[in-house]
């Protein structure tokens, strides 16, 4: 403002200042939004929260019981209830959201290297679009197809008599699992992956890599030893994104995973791959109807609540991650 | 800027009165809630009545009937749906029955099963069975799979009380989220059983249903009610004056013939609805030649 006369200064601002100011207003409504997001979720999060302690987090009792109890507390007219052990749903989570981005990092920088050095042009071609169409579809296409095909296939021809005969009267190994969660969730997020890495990789000078095959080093070795290196911070940047994606995934959880808040155990040998789960924001989705009940609506709340967190703090990790590597080369 | 804010002022004006004018002067929106298993019928319901009172707009949402019959109490919802009977808590209500609905217990079509008793079901459901070997009539030989709903369902909550006896089906129920959706998996899995809605299990969905204690899971031993898991869908209305319109809305699905055809197409089973259509006056000639 200072900047314009007191000519101008009377007859309002000039259009470009406008937009500026506009667009100003506008960042700052996104962040006021963002904002009350937060207070408002945990706001409602606090009674769940205050109840439990530490202990929401940890194991006891199922949860899906512990729901049940909070929703009918009120309609009784009693003392409402609160306490909820969220740990089948957040170890769940962990587990789907962890598999899931591990197979899908070793498939996508594969993938993402063969694309941006190796590929022929044509293959080229044909590949970038199928891989943007593929990110784009919506997640219950995929659950559908989960649904359809995985799950019979993993129920028929994965899981044995036997395999459910040594869980029957705890779980049912029916098809309906961790493994068709992870599988399909590995899909989901690839393609983002895949996209994000390519990017990375053709930022890397050519200059770089045409210096390390002049010295006489081979293509394969030159690409891993200095253009996946350089694109280190666009392959934090591409797991980031796709562990967000992967942690909010709902519809397409809630359809394959079993819905039954079980904690798939280690312990149990190969069948672990096979038991069913439920992950935090399937979980939501299958309580939303029982918002109507205060109790249940404050812990549906604290789900939302740690949901919100986890990804609050990936976006930190995410930057921090970045943060030591960005001397060696491009920025994403 | 003042008559440009004055101009922009007007127009909001005469954008809301557009809006808003024609709902509040003409039709009158009556809302309701209640059960979700009991919305595709009524969301027919409200498209067929169109035709008898076009003036009125219902909105309708699937909260689960309990906290629709609050609703009512708390006289935020005109009407509620309900998908059991009144119980003491529902001080100030009145229930009145609608139409019938059935839950069918399904299976694969390749297991020979054809008729369980419901102490049958109630253990498979707890996991005290777990195996199709020890389950009379069945050719499989493998461990029962079983597939239901999560606690939220309205299904869940009448199943559990009318074969679980109130108690919590067995953490070995694979929990799924739509009715739908448990017909699909019952229909690719030799193993399966689940419980499934009589819209959601007739031919064509895969599926075969079974009869309990020797009665079939279809229209004709429902309407009798002598099939074990038949039910009533309940109209809940404040028992002190009713709004008028959602009585007389409630009297024609209850009675009338153009009722019972929506609530059988939308596969539920019309119980007190007149079985000819209304005799017009001018079209008697023709009925008797």
Redesign the interface.
């Known amino acids: 403002m200072a900047l314009v006369s007191p000519h101008r200064a009377s007859r ?1 601002p000039l259009p470009d200042q406008r937009a500026e100011l506009m667009l100003g207003a506008l960042v700052c409504g996104v962040l006021l939004f963002v904002l009350l997001l937060l207070v408002f979720v945990f706001r409602e999060a606090w009674p769940s929260f205050h109840h439990n302690g530490f202990g929401w987090f940890g194991p006891g009792g ?1 949860p ?2 512990q ?2 109890a909070i ?1 009918t507390s009120t ?3 009693q003392k409402p209830v609160y306490t909820f052990h969220a740990w089948p749903i957040v170890w769940g989570t962990l587990v789907t959201t962890a598999g899931a981005v591990c197979l899908s990092f070793v498939s996508a920088l594969f993938v993402a290297v063969f694309v941006v050095e190796f590929a022929p042009e044509w293959i080229r071609r044909v590949l970038e679009p199928v891989v943007r169409l593929l990110a784009s579809v919506p997640s219950v296409i995929f659950g559908l197809l989960g ?2 095909v995985l ?2 296939f993993i ?2 021809h994965v899981i044995t ?1 036997g395999n ?2 040594s ?10 699992s961790l493994l068709a969660g992870v599988l399909i969730l590995t899909l989901m997020i690839a393609p983002l992956m895949i996209a994000v890495f390519s990017d990375g990789l053709r930022a890397v000078p050519r200059g770089w890599l045409e210096g390390s095959l002049g010295l006489g080093i081979n293509r394969w070795r030159t690409f891993w030893k200095i253009g996946v290196r350089t694109a280190r911070p666009a392959l934090v940047a591409g797991t980031v994104l796709a562990t967000a994606r992967a942690l909010g995934e709902t519809v397409m959880l ?2 394959v995973t ?3 808040s ?1 904690a798939p155990n280690p312990a149990d040998g190969l069948i672990f791959f096979v038991e ?1 789960t439920r992950p935090l924001a399937a979980t939501i ?3 939303a ?5 205060a109790p249940m609506r404050h812990t549906i709340f604290a789900m939302a609540a740690v949901r919100l967190f986890s990804a609050a703090m990936l976006s930190l990790a995410g930057w921090a991650a970045k943060q030591p590597l960005k001397r060696y080369g491009v920025r994403t | 800027m003042a008559p440009r804010r004055k101009a922009i002022l007007g127009g909001l004006t005469a954008l809301a009165a557009t809006i808003a004018g024609p709902a509040t002067s003409q039709a009158a929106t009556i809302f309701g809630s209640g059960s979700s298993a009991s919305q595709p019928y009524i969301e027919a319901l409200f498209k067929a009545y169109k035709k008898v009172d076009p003036n009125t707009k219902f909105v309708y949402t699937a909260n689960n009937g309990n906290a629709g019959a609050k609703d009512v109490q708390d006289g935020k919802s005109a009407f509620a749906l309900q998908t059991r009977p009144p119980l003491p808590s529902d001080s100030g209500l009145s229930y009145s029955k609608l139409f019938l609905d059935g839950l069918c217990v399904a299976v694969n079509p390749a297991n020979t099963v054809n008729n369980l008793k419901i102490s049958q079901v109630r253990d498979i459901f707890l996991a005290t069975v777990t195996e199709w070997g020890a389950v009379p009539g069945s050719n499989q030989r493998s461990p029962i799979s079983a597939f239901g709903r999560n606690s939220t369902a309205g299904l869940y909550t009448f199943f559990q009380s009318a074969v679980l006896g109130g108690v919590t089906q067995a953490s070995n129920v694979t929990q799924l989220d739509k009715d739908g959706e448990v017909a699909v998996a019952v229909s690719r899995n030799q193993a399966g059983i689940g419980y499934v809605g009589l819209a959601n299990s007739g031919p064509g969905s895969g599926v075969k249903r079974l009869k309990l204690e020797g009665q079939p899971c279809q229209a004709s031993a429902i309407k009798t009610l002598r099939y074990p898991l038949s039910r009533y869908a309940w109209l809940v209305l404040p028992a002190s004056s009713p709004n008028r319109t959602v009585t007389r809305f409630g009297d024609w699905i209850r009675t009338s013939y153009a009722a019972g055809l929506v609530i059988a197409r939308e596969g539920a089973v019309p119980a007190f609805n007149a079985k000819t259509p209304p005799k017009k006056k001018h079209k008697k000639k023709h009925r008797t030649t």
């Open positions: 309002g199922n899906d019981r729901v049940q929703f309609d009784l007219g649904v359809l799950v019979p129920g028929q008599d459910r005969r869980v029957a009267y705890i779980v049912s190994l029916s098809g309906y809630a359809m079993g819905g039954v079980f069913p989705l299958q309580t109807e029982q918002l109507t009940s």
